[in-house]
């Protein structure tokens, strides 16, 4: 086993569950369907344009762990694994999911609140946060929006400054060098 490509192709295995995976925690429609098929179906794609790539080098696929682990190969197959499954899962999401007003959507809401732990409970570790809501108040989605609202606009603004470093500004100071040597 060569060591290199099992860490180059590990990001073509896990990859494919990025969106579903992050659906499942920030968008209340995201059904189980969506997620298993947009799972399988990415990670499919993923292979798929490893290998297609992969067997466009010189000498194919006999060649496997040299033209399989190229750049373009695994960008190749990173691409069609991420937008597949996001397409797959947003897609029978939408087709599959019961969520067809605002009240179903906080009775969703409700189902997840309900999940408390008996050693931490909810409202005692979220207490400070909580302390002028009246103890009786039912917490729904859009009071936790409201009270939240500063770390999630922290949250948000942190993630869209971190993806414009890491994906743009980052890569274009690293493609203005020339090639770099020893001397």
């Known amino acids: 086993m060569n060591v290199n490509w099992a860490t180059l192709s590990l990001q073509v295995l896990t990859c ?14 995201t059904t189980s369907k969506g997620v298993i098929s947009g799972c399988v179906t990415g990670l499919g794609a993923s ?4 290998m297609i790539m992969g067997s466009t080098y010189e000498g194919g696929l006999v060649n496997f762990y040299v033209n399989t682990a190229h750049d373009y190969s695994l960008l190749t197959s990173m691409i069609a694994g991420l937008v597949t499954s996001a397409i797959v899962t947003i897609g029978v999401s939408l087709c599959t999911n019961t969520i067809r007003s605002e009240e179903d959507s906080d009775m969703e809401w409700a189902k997840t609140i309900s999940i ?4 931490s ?3 005692l570790v979220y207490e400070e946060e909580l302390a002028k809501l009246d103890v009786s108040t039912i917490i729904t989605a859009r009071i936790m929006d409201k009270v939240f609202r500063k770390a999630r606009l ?5 993630g869209v400054l971190s993806l414009v470093l890491f994906v743009v500004i980052l890569p274009t100071v690293a493609l203005s ?7």
């Open 16 to 29: 494919p569950f990025l969106v579903p995976l992050i659906s499942t925690i920030s968008w209340s429609k």
């Open 47 to 50: 292979v798929a344009g490893m």
């Open 116 to 119: 408390d732990n008996p050693l």
């Open 121 to 123: 409970p909810f409202r």
């Open 154 to 158: 922290v949250a948000v603004l942190g």
């Open 177 to 183: 060098f020339d090639v770099l040597s020893f001397d």
